[in-house]
């Protein structure tokens, strides 16, 4: 597809693509010049798309494509100098879900042979997908559907609840983007990790040991368990959070419930997701005081049980779980053979 070509705007929508970096090229930036006043605007920006991304947010900016353009790079280098693992996965997943905004609506409008070109470049160069219209919806072939979907556990994604004929899976265009978010967030997540950050400007390290106050400030994971306090089950999954990685839902439902039901808070509850990429504030306790029946009818979801708990993929069984039919009772009874009471929010 070497004779497809891109014009800036594009290029600003999706600034991970090859000819982003020969356009960069061409501009003929070294970092030597952002010390220059005239550059702050875009160490701005960059820092915007940063701290947007770690909020939860989408950065919709979509100005001077120069700007975009550039301040994609700048937020790259500023992430990789802070270092720090969890802020790299969040940036990368808010720069993957800005992507993802972009490319719905280009596939919902797209009429021009040179968009369709650049849509086929994103889903077929870098993920080895062939996305075809038909009528208006979209299809891929089972395989790359069944390859990237069985990561979902909706109910929705199941291939028995999608419209499949001859060898395709028909998607609308959100669900279409939808299918790449996790792969598309690796791909921007690796291009974080092989930055080369030597001697940066003053005016970009400032940014960087600003981010890194912010961090430490608010996004720091709160530790409030012990090893052997929780059965394995929910273990696991704070091990996955504490990791800066993105737990399924099913266990984060298992999470939040277990915890309202061993007595904590909606604010303890909230806290243990502040470093999952994903993390949103408003979101996270929104759904957490619908959990504890705060919001909607009222009703207070219990903890799956732990049948329910195995067939979510969610078990790790060890001995001192013989004998419990629900993961709550484990807590209970390693509280009561420690002689500790309950805990109470």
């Known amino acids: 597809m070497s004779n497809i070509q891109f014009g800036k705007q594009d290029i600003a929508k999706y600034p991970f693509l090859t000819e982003a970096g020969q356009y960069l090229k061409e501009l003929d930036y070294s970092l030597d010049e952002f010390e220059d006043p005239s550059k702050k605007r875009i160490i701005e920006r960059a820092y915007q798309r940063v701290i947007t991304a770690l909020d939860g947010n989408i950065f919709k900016e979509l100005e001077d494509h120069d700007t975009e353009i550039v301040s994609f790079l700048i937020a790259l280098i500023i992430v990789r100098a802070l270092g720090i693992r969890s802020v790299s996965r969040k940036y990368a997943l808010g720069e993957a879900r800005r992507t993802e905004m972009f490319l719905e609506k280009d596939l919902k409008e797209e009429r021009e042979e040179s968009m369709r070109a650049v849509l086929r470049r994103i889903f077929s160069d870098l993920f080895s997908i062939d996305v075809m219209q038909e009528n208006g919806r979209f299809k891929v072939k089972v395989a790359d559907y069944l390859k990237r979907a069985s990561y979902f556990h909706d109910e929705h994604w199941k291939l028995v609840n999608r419209i499949v004929s001859k060898g395709y899976v028909y998607l609308d265009p959100d669900e279409t983007v939808r299918l790449i978010r996790d792969e598309l967030t690796l791909y921007i997540y690796d291009k974080v990790n092989k930055m080369e950050v030597r001697q940066l400007p003053q005016t970009i390290k400032v940014k960087v040991d600003e981010l890194r106050s912010k961090v430490v400030k608010h996004s720091e994971f709160r530790r409030y ?121």
């Not at 091990?239 to 904590?264: C, D, I």
Request: net charge neutral; charged share 25%.
């Open 225 to 345: 368990f012990v090893a052997t306090k929780y059965p394995p089950c929910i273990q696991h999954i704070l091990q996955v959070l504490s990791k800066g990685e993105n737990p399924p839902h099913s266990a984060r439902f298992l999470l939040a419930t277990y915890m309202l039901s061993v007595g904590k808070s909606v604010d303890e509850v909230c806290a243990f997701f502040e470093s999952a990429p994903d993390y949103n504030e408003r979101v996270t306790r929104y759904q957490v005081e619908h959990l504890a029946g705060m919001r909607g009818s009222g009703t207070k979801y219990t903890c799956p049980s732990c049948e329910k708990v195995v067939s979510d993929n969610n078990c790790y069984k060890t001995e001192e779980c013989d004998g419990i039919i629900n993961p709550v009772q484990f807590g209970r009874r390693r509280m009561k053979s420690e002689g500790t009471k309950p805990e109470s929010g």
